[in-house]
């Protein structure tokens, strides 16, 4: 049996259940040595976030996709199965679209589309693929381990009595984007409740005034289909917005830039997001892994000024210091100076220089 993947979370559940046999097509954005059958036409790009959601908006309002099929090796893969999805045109190829393109096909293959809006569903998907490949039993064992790992998480949470923290994760940072479907899920496992999300629906754009009237005390921004190094590269549309220094998460020093496949992409790895955002909303009863160092960044940094000892927040990304004049040399042995004081030193060497 010949199996096609147009969307990254049915790969990613084909290769956690051991399945990757079967696999002969996947998507350019699938983590996978699979030949690339669908592509897109934003791939490789270098647009804004404010750039891709204008793109995005324009092609939905012409109906046209961002996305295409390589037809030519397609026909020569002639696959039995083809796993869609029908949940959002935006981050992947629609069923409808690729309906119309194995039209041609000499071999019509079947298509089974994916359509999870909560976690549940995202787990019945995970039993529907291996139930298509005769491999249902892959699924239910998969899911059982999974299903001890989000136990451990619920039972330490009941036993600390700790208590469920006003978050908001963000899809999307400019505009910003409230989460949806499975996230907000996710997030209650997480021991969380982020009342600006739509639970099974589709996220939106929540105003800033939203935001800020809400304050939450943690802050997890995971744009759609962007790691951690991308979304840092434009997080100043975030900090430089009026009253973020008045936000609780920021005051908190509880911001975060999270990669968004732990909880944009339905696949299984969901378990792992929601390990992740257990340590970020209740550390105290779950100390950070080490195995989610590359995949989540803690924006602030706290930090003791050697001049004035005093405490002040150090960025990981665009940082408050980049805006000075780049003539401080740094000195691991005494550490980074506060704002008054860096600007003190920077203005002092300047006057030196003149």
Same mark, same amino acid.
């Given at each position: 049996?010949?199996? $096609?993947?147009?969307?990254?979370?049915?790969?990613?559940?084909?290769?956690?259940?051991?399945?990757?046999?079967?696999?002969?097509?996947?998507?350019?954005?699938?983590?996978?040595?699979?030949?690339?059958?669908?592509?897109?036409?934003?791939?490789?790009?270098?647009?804004?976030?404010?750039?891709?959601?204008?793109?995005?908006?324009?092609?939905?309002?012409?109906?046209?996709?961002?996305?295409?099929?390589?037809?030519?090796?397609?026909?020569?893969?002639?696959?039995?199965?083809? *796993?869609?999805?029908?949940?959002?045109?935006?981050?992947? %190829?629609?069923?409808?679209?690729?309906?119309?393109?194995?039209?041609?096909?000499?071999?019509? &293959?079947?298509?089974?589309?994916?359509?999870?809006?909560?976690?549940?569903?995202?787990?019945?998907?995970? %039993?529907? %693929?291996?139930?298509?490949?005769?491999?249902?039993?892959?699924?239910?064992?998969?899911?059982?381990?999974?299903?001890?790992?989000?136990?451990?998480?619920?039972?330490?949470?009941?036993?600390?009595?700790? &208590?469920?923290?006003?978050?908001?994760?963000?899809?999307?940072?400019?505009?910003?984007?409230?989460?949806?479907?499975?996230?907000?899920?996710?997030?209650?496992?997480?021991?969380?409740?982020?009342?600006?999300?739509?639970?099974?629906?589709?996220?939106?754009?929540?105003?800033?005034?939203?935001?800020r009237q809400?304050?939450?005390?943690?802050?997890?921004?995971?744009? $759609?289909? *962007?790691?951690?190094?991308?979304?840092?590269?434009?997080?100043?549309?975030?900090?430089?917005?009026?009253?973020?220094?008045?936000?609780?998460?920021?005051?908190?020093?509880?911001? @975060?830039i999270t990669?968004?496949?732990?909880?944009?992409? &339905?696949?299984?790895?969901?378990?792992?997001?929601?390990?992740?955002?257990?340590?970020?909303?209740? &550390?105290?009863?779950?100390p950070p892994?080490?195995?989610?160092?590359?995949?989540?960044?803690?924006? @602030?940094?706290?930090?003791? $000024?050697?001049?004035?000892?005093?405490? *002040?927040?150090?960025?990981?990304?665009?940082?408050?210091?980049?805006?000075?004049?780049?003539?401080?040399?740094?000195?691991?042995?005494?550490?980074?100076?506060?704002?008054?004081?860096?600007?003190?030193?920077?203005?002092?060497?300047?006057?030196?220089?003149?």
């Open positions: 049996m010949k199996v $096609c993947s147009f969307l990254p979370a049915a790969t990613s559940m084909i290769y956690q259940m051991g399945l990757e046999e079967f696999l002969c097509g996947v998507t350019f954005e699938c983590h996978s040595d699979k030949p690339k059958v669908v592509r897109s036409y934003l791939e490789g790009n270098n647009h804004t976030s404010l750039e891709i959601d204008k793109i995005v908006s324009e092609s939905k309002q012409e109906g046209k996709s961002l996305y295409y099929i390589d037809e030519e090796l397609l026909q020569e893969i002639a696959p039995d199965i083809i *796993f869609t999805q029908d949940v959002c045109n935006v981050c992947q %190829i629609s069923t409808s679209y690729v309906e119309r393109a194995i039209y041609k096909l000499k071999k019509q &293959p079947k298509i089974i589309p994916l359509i999870p809006r909560n976690l549940d569903d995202v787990f019945d998907n995970a %039993i529907t %693929i291996a139930k298509a490949l005769g491999r249902e039993d892959s699924a239910h064992h998969l899911l059982g381990e999974l299903k001890k790992r989000t136990d451990t998480i619920l039972n330490k949470l009941r036993k600390n009595n700790a &208590p469920l923290k006003r978050v908001m994760v963000m899809e999307w940072l400019d505009p910003i984007y409230n989460c949806g479907h499975w996230i907000p899920y996710q997030i209650a496992q997480a021991g969380g409740v982020d009342m600006l999300s739509n639970p099974a629906g589709y996220s939106i754009i929540t105003p800033w005034g939203k935001v809400y304050n939450p005390a943690v802050l997890v921004v995971a744009p $759609c289909g *962007f790691n951690v190094e991308r979304a840092s590269r434009e997080i100043e549309k975030l900090t430089q917005l009026d009253g973020w220094d008045d936000l609780k998460a920021v005051k908190n020093n509880a911001v @975060y990669d968004a496949d732990l909880y944009t992409c &339905p696949s299984l790895h969901l378990i792992d997001g929601i390990e992740l955002l257990a340590s970020l909303f209740h &550390p105290d009863i779950f892994e080490e195995r989610f160092r590359k995949q989540c960044k803690k924006l @602030y940094t706290l930090k003791i $000024c050697p001049e004035c000892n005093t405490e *002040f927040n150090c960025s990981s990304a665009n940082c408050w210091c980049s805006k000075l004049p780049n003539i401080m040399s740094m000195n691991p042995g005494k550490g980074c100076l506060c704002p008054e004081c860096l600007e003190k030193a920077v203005a002092k060497k300047l006057k030196l220089q003149a």
